[in-house]
């Protein structure tokens, strides 16, 4: 048998990438992976709050009832600036990190009003040991002088003029009723999340109450006192 002819071996050239191809590829491994990782820190830093809110809004025993109405979507507090008593300027997010519960009202304070801040306050001070994840917050709708009578209903209160016109575009009224007839709670983050009934009486207080417990016990794991 003939021996077979000797044949060229075939080969294929590839041309290799340049030095700037290599680079750019690199560059784009590089910020996808980075990108991967931020959304995979976002999420963990939101699982907990997440889950808090789940925990309380779907993860609950059949007949409970919440009494607070839920802000869907969220409104995060507004980048608006507000003058405290003594004339100091503070931007309104700068009271993060702590569960707050709001009245709004003018200055003169009239009788809802009082009955407003005397609820605010009887409901922090029911929650015992753990009313120091929450302020008070009274945000005052004028320019005009505070009543001294309120000086010691006040003490340890935040208490912070606001434009009204800035108030009626963050703060959300039930039909019918004025943002001063409700108290509202915003969460560490910043966000306000639910409204109490307008004209909240003592027994809707007391409801009111459960709903704060419930919501601090949800977000126990990632809330703190203090900012």
């Not at 007949?63 to 607070?68: L, T």
């Not at 009003?113 to 009887?122: D, P």
């Not at 302020?135 to 010691?152: G, I, K, T």
């Not at 704060?212 to 203090?226: N, P, Q, T, V, Y």
Request: hydrophobic share 45%; with cysteine; glycine share 8%.
């Amino acid at each position: 048998m003939p021996a077979a002819a000797d044949e060229p071996l075939g080969l294929t050239v590839h041309s290799m990438p340049s030095p700037r191809q290599a680079l750019a590829g690199a560059e784009a491994r590089r910020t996808l992976q980075g990108r991967w990782k931020m959304l995979f820190v976002l999420l963990c830093c939101a699982a907990p709050v997440i889950a808090s809110y789940f925990t309380y809004y779907v993860v609950r025993p059949e007949g409970r009832s919440v009494y607070g109405e839920l802000i869907d979507p969220q409104r995060p507090l507004p980048g608006i600036e507000a003058i405290e008593p003594d004339g100091k300027v503070l931007r309104l997010p700068a009271l993060k990190g702590q569960w707050l519960l709001v009245a709004v009202a003018g200055a003169a304070c009239d009788a809802l009003c009082e009955q407003q801040l005397y609820l605010q306050r009887q409901l922090r001070e029911s929650l015992g040991r753990e009313k120091d994840r929450l302020d008070r917050v009274w945000l005052v709708s004028d320019d005009q002088p505070l009543p001294e009578r309120l000086a010691q209903g006040l003490r340890g209160a935040t208490v912070l003029r606001v434009p009204a016109a800035e108030l009626q575009k963050w703060l959300p009224a039930s039909a019918g009723h004025d943002v001063s007839e409700h108290l509202f709670v915003v969460d560490p983050l910043g966000n306000l999340m639910m409204r109490f009934p307008a004209r909240m009486d003592a027994a809707g207080a007391s409801r009111g109450k459960r709903d704060l417990d419930r919501l601090l016990r949800a977000s126990s794991s990632w809330d703190e006192a203090g900012r």
